[in-house]
């Protein structure tokens, strides 16, 4: 009876909040439906008619495997706070618990498997994201004997989280004060709470060192954050809750700053993506910001059970916040960054313009098979994004953005041998419905297969938005041009419908070589802009194509014996040539020449390094996050919110 008044409800549901938003403590009672919900029609279905009380219980996915930390579990919750199926939930609650290791002389006692597979190995990993669920469990569950039996195995696994090692990093720290926090709550063990309460310490400390550590990825970002909120919620005192919602209110910032309310999108280059985060279907970040934006709770209609990570947090978030997520704002630079060691300025950092219902983010440092490192979106609410990635990863991506126009510089090596014969930049600018116009050079294109060249422009309208990629050099430094254009422009076929897709190669051809290649560079100009801003898309083309970019490539040899540390100070040996040592840069710089605009960098490739970028803003040199709402410097926090 309840699953029927669900399904009547739910629709109602959506349909008010688009009209008039739920306040933000209605957001984790949404997701709790959604996911009760959508995870019995899935196990009905699984189901096939049998309705026989031997029928499997667990939810199995779409591979066939039953995962526990991340599905069952959390749907079990999910039933119990919509007040739908008890039954099935214990069911589920006793079949997820048979894969929690509770052998007496087992060394990973205490923890749980991902899949409910013998063959499966218990992990601490598997236990961070299985933990909120299965405290809340042991706290709400009735009747009392299984409440006893859901604190006897929280108990256990709090134990084991414990007696192990912490994970390394700010997310694996994040997950695991959030882990420890919750269960020692859920039975009454203060020694969760007082172990979360260092660990959360250490982040913070770290955050205001080092940075955020890393490019941005919405999915990581958002367990991160949802960790800290257990933290926050079963903080010990009042001096550790304060330094929990000190580092949520750095997260949250660095977040929301980039969140666009018209797609409840999360924007930016991505270091470790997911296809939900640069296509804009629903996921783990949507997910978060349901629990407290109304923007993100009447974009939500698909909560899958991990949804319940964050559902059944208590934590509100500050009204600052979410007006610093669904206000209006004037177009702003978020930049992150990571510092290098020594002389080196950064390891790793992010760029990001978010505009009035556009933005464009860029990265530097390594990009990954997995890394979306160019990323715009436009006005259009469903799936809005145009996003580049590198053919043949990893490779290094050097980029200096200002507002809506970034230089990048992708650096491949050892380019020939197996399995990197071919490598350069995919660019996927949209669907077919979505793109109103496309113009390659000068000329319209007329939808066949093209071969774009060197400094050539491919530019698209989409919606009320241009987006742009200028061609500047490819190959390895000193070569001569080929004749061959290293580009091409085609339609590809993606799922049901055709995507325009640009591919442009540091080297086309497939066919091995006797010794790899080194620093096979691909080099582009990307742009966004609002078609209110130009008269048209040929304009928009041509200032794209106007943009005049000098590339330099110059080589050094320094010597290193001057430099070492002589064990008689003062003494100046005569040296033999055999006895110098030399060490080798190659340096590339690029560099826009306008009048208008500041913009560069320069970059030795032989190591990768990023040795200085230039912009018409003047950014701290020891800034770790710098934006309109919060500004992050090595060793300090200074708060501010835009005027």
Known sequence: MMMRLLRTLLPLLICVVAVDPLPAAAGGGHLSMLAAQQGLERWERQRDG?????????LLGSDGRANIVETNLNWAAALLEAGERPDLAERVIAA?????????????????????????????????????????????????????TLKERAALALQAMLAGDQPEGSFGTAMWAGAVATLGGAVDDPAGAVASARAVRKLLAQVKEDGLAGVHSPTFDALRIGGLRWAWQFAPDDASRAEAEAALSIYYTDMLQRYEPLTAMVVGSIGTAYTNEYVGDPGIAQWLLACDLPSAIASIARADALAMYFALAEYELPETLVALAEGDRPAAEIRTRTPGEGAIPEESSTCTWVGNGMS??????????????????????????????????????QSAQTGSLALCSFNFDEVGVLPRLRVGVRGMFGRRDQIDRVIVGTHEWIGEPEAVGQNMVVAVRRGNTYFGVKILEVGTPGETAASIKPAKLR?????????????????????????????VRVGLLVEVAPASELGSLEEFARRLSSRRVTQTITRDRVRTDDVEERTVPGRHEIRSRAEMRYANYLYHDMTLV??????GLKEELL???????????????????VSPALTLTTGAMQEGVAE
């Open 50 to 58: 049998d309705d026989s009380a031997s029928a499997a219980a667990l």
């Open 96 to 148: 997820s618990l048979a894969h929690q290791d509770t052998a007496e002389d087992s060394r990973t006692r205490g923890l749980f498997r991902w899949f409910a597979d013998e063959a499966e190995p218990f992990s601490v990993d598997a236990t961070l994201y299985i933990a909120p669920a299965l405290a809340h469990l042991a706290r709400t569950a009735s009747p009392d004997d299984l409440r006893r």
């Open 360 to 397: 464009l983010g860029t990265m530097s440092g390594i990009v990954q098979s997995g890394s979306i490192p160019v990323m715009a979106t436009c006005d259009l609410p469903e799936r809005p994004t145009s996003y580049l990635y590198a053919i043949g990863a990893p490779a290094t991506l």
């Open 491 to 519: 339609w590809f076929a993606e799922g049901n419908m055709d995507s325009l897709m640009l591919e442009v190669f540091g080297r086309q051809a497939a066919y091995p070589l006797q010794q790899p290649s080194f620093d």
């Open 594 to 599: 306008s009048e208008e605009l500041t913009l």
């Open 607 to 625: 190591r990768n390094q990023l040795v200085s970028r230039t912009l018409p803003v003047e950014l701290p040199p020891d800034y770790l996050l």
